[in-house]
């Protein structure tokens, strides 16, 4: 895991990780509804990012959130619960595969909504994704010993991009 502040040019490397990373919980979860959404900066072409993937498994319920906690315990994730975000359950990943976040949570859950609007808005303007990854790196420079601080500071602007984006 990485404890530092790290935020680095896009890397497009992290789009084939996102894909290695469905293939190796895909199977696992394959009888339930579900899909896989990769999130965060590294989803987003061009952005810069700190290089850590983040995932949403998105299923129909919260009988398929318990199930879903189940069989990816059998692949080696630990549950770590919702980390403060009611409805979206986290996970270490195992040993053996790149440090990513992996999160599971039914489509109503409002931080999966969030994280979509998100992403799909800076993927579709990049000037504001340009502003949002030179930020991130100013941020990391000032605080690169301080997640609190360095995730405070974005938040003005992801207030704005969500609003912008509907975010109600």
Request: glycine fraction near 6%; proline fraction near 4%.
């Amino acid at each position: 895991m990485i404890s530092s502040v790290i935020v680095v040019d896009y890397n497009p490397e992290w789009a084939r990780l996102y894909e290695k990373i469905c293939d190796f919980i895909a199977p696992v979860l394959s009888d339930l509804t579900y899909k896989i959404e990769h999130v965060g900066s590294t989803s987003v072409s061009g952005l810069a990012a700190k290089p850590i993937v983040d995932l949403d498994v998105v299923v129909s319920s919260q009988a398929d959130v318990h199930t879903a906690i189940q069989r990816l315990s059998t692949l080696g994730y630990v549950h770590e619960g919702d980390l403060g975000a009611t409805g979206r359950e986290a996970f270490i990943p195992p040993g053996g595969i790149p440090w990513h976040h992996l999160y599971v949570c039914t489509v109503e859950n409002e931080e999966y909504k969030r994280h979509i609007l998100f992403r799909d808005y800076l993927r579709n303007h990049p000037e504001d994704a340009k502003v949002y990854g030179d930020l991130k790196i100013e941020l990391a420079k000032r605080f690169s010993n301080n997640r609190a601080a360095y995730a405070a500071g974005k938040t003005e602007f992801v207030n704005k991009i969500l609003n912008r984006a509907g975010f109600k």
